[in-house]
């Protein structure tokens, strides 16, 4: 018997329990909080993992902004920088995954290095 264990990408609604339950709007303070609680020490979660109760929730509440025809699905959706994964279960909220956070750089270092034109005229191929 061949048996392979894998491990599901998305959170166990039965066994992991949601962070944050809505009642009949969408509550960005509420999200905003439970972000900034997970966010330490450079790293912030990556996703956020809604039912379908408060997938239309969202929708609900992007469609004031962007308009029903923008927000037809959550598919390749950010919001708050998480992506939004909406899992099959009546109702569930969820920050999860890991992202690092970048640190800035100076942008004078990603500049090109200056290039002497002579040098460069000679390696050029002409036809």
């Known amino acids: 018997m061949n048996t392979r264990y894998e491990s599901m990408p998305f959170p166990d609604s039965t066994s992991v329990a ?4 809505f009642e009949d709007a969408w509550d960005v303070e509420a999200v905003s909080a439970l972000i900034r609680s997970k966010c330490d020490h450079g790293e912030t979660p990556a996703f ?3 039912g379908r109760k408060e997938a239309g929730l969202l929708r609900e509440h992007l469609a ?3 308009g029903t025809d923008a927000v037809a699905t959550l598919h390749d959706t950010y919001y708050m920088g998480l ?3 909406e899992i099959e279960c009546d109702s569930f909220v969820f920050a999860g995954g890991r992202k690092v956070v ?5 942008p004078i270092s990603r500049r090109p290095e200056w ?3 002579q040098v460069d ?5 002409r036809i």
Request: charged fraction near 35%; proline fraction near 4%.
């Open 18 to 21: 949601p962070e944050l339950e």
């Open 48 to 50: 956020l993992f809604v």
């Open 64 to 66: 004031e902004v962007f």
């Open 83 to 85: 992506e939004v994964v």
């Open 102 to 106: 970048r640190t800035l750089q100076d």
């Open 115 to 117: 290039r002497d034109r």
């Open 121 to 125: 005229a000679l390696w050029q191929f």
